[in-house]
T-cell receptor, first 116, second 117 residues
Framework: AQTVTQSQPEMSVQEAETVTLSCTYD???????LFWYKQPPSRQMILVIR??????QNATENRFSVNFQKAAKSFSLKISDSQLGDAAMYFC?????????????FGTGTRLTIIP | GAVVSQHPSRVICKSGTSVKIECRSL??????MFWYRQFPKQSLMLMAT?????????EQGVEKDKFLINHASLTLSTLTVTSAHPEDSSFYIC?????????????FGPGTRLLVL
């Protein structure tokens, strides 16, 4: 079974600075998808960024980018120019690429605080 | 696009009663929907996978007779918590996969907070 580990329960960053959230995973599969979801106080899960394992290029979405190291099974999220609205729980998630096995396995989350 | 709604957003019920939660994909068709449970300050735990027109697939340890799932159309799945007890109090979240868009991403509903007295 796949597992996802987020070793940082809490992180904080000054507004406008850069922060990196860590995520490692364990799998025997070669093809899969990785996600970062954000859960603000409203508890609505919002997709931040997605990475396909077969792509070597790291995904980027505006201020959000990932450092995907397949051999190391590492998938960190970098948030640049942090904004107050970035404050939330961030969950890393894994999904198999196998058709019919679409469930997401989540990490335990990292609570990000933005310091004004 | 890719909006998922849930109803109700919160519900309080007495122990022993049943509660139905609806999950709708508003602007896409979802052959597969997922039901998660989240306890305070914890991660999301998958309860079951809901497949349109067929029986749901439950995760190990989830009682299928207690958590009834129906996925009668491509835009609606329901979760019924039968004979609810205080330990069923939790935050229930559904998600849906956009079948026509290739479906690699799950989009989440806003969640339903259930409190059983």
């Amino acid at each position: 079974a796949q597992t996802v580990t987020q070793s940082q329960p809490e992180m904080s960053v000054q507004e406008a600075e850069t922060v990196t959230l860590s995520c490692t995973y364990d799998t025997s599969e070669s093809d899969y998808y990785l996600f970062w979801y954000k859960q603000p106080p409203s508890r609505q899960m919002i997709l931040v960024i997605r990475q396909e394992a077969y792509k070597q290029q790291n995904a980027t979405e505006n201020r959000f980018s990932v450092n995907f190291q397949k051999a190391a099974k590492s998938f960190s999220l970098k948030i640049s120019d942090s904004q107050l609205g970035d404050a939330a729980m961030y969950f890393c998630a894994y999904r198999s690429a196998d058709f019919g096995n679409e469930k997401l396995t989540f990490g335990t989350g990292t609570r990000l605080t933005i310091i004004p | 696009g890719a909006v998922v709604s849930q109803h109700p957003s919160r519900v309080i019920c007495k122990s022993g009663t049943s509660v139905k939660i609806e999950c709708r994909s508003l602007d896409f068709q979802a052959t597969t929907m997922f039901w998660y449970r989240q306890f305070p300050k914890q991660s999301l735990m998958l309860m079951a996978t809901s497949n349109e027109g067929s029986k749901a697939t439950y995760e190990q340890g989830v009682e299928k007779d207690k958590f009834l799932i129906n996925h009668a159309s491509l835009t609606l799945s329901t979760l019924t918590v039968t004979s609810a007890h205080p330990e069923d109090s939790s935050f229930y979240i559904c998600s849906a996969r956009d079948r026509l868009a290739g479906g690699q991403t799950q989009y989440f509903g806003p969640g339903t907070r259930l409190l059983v007295l």
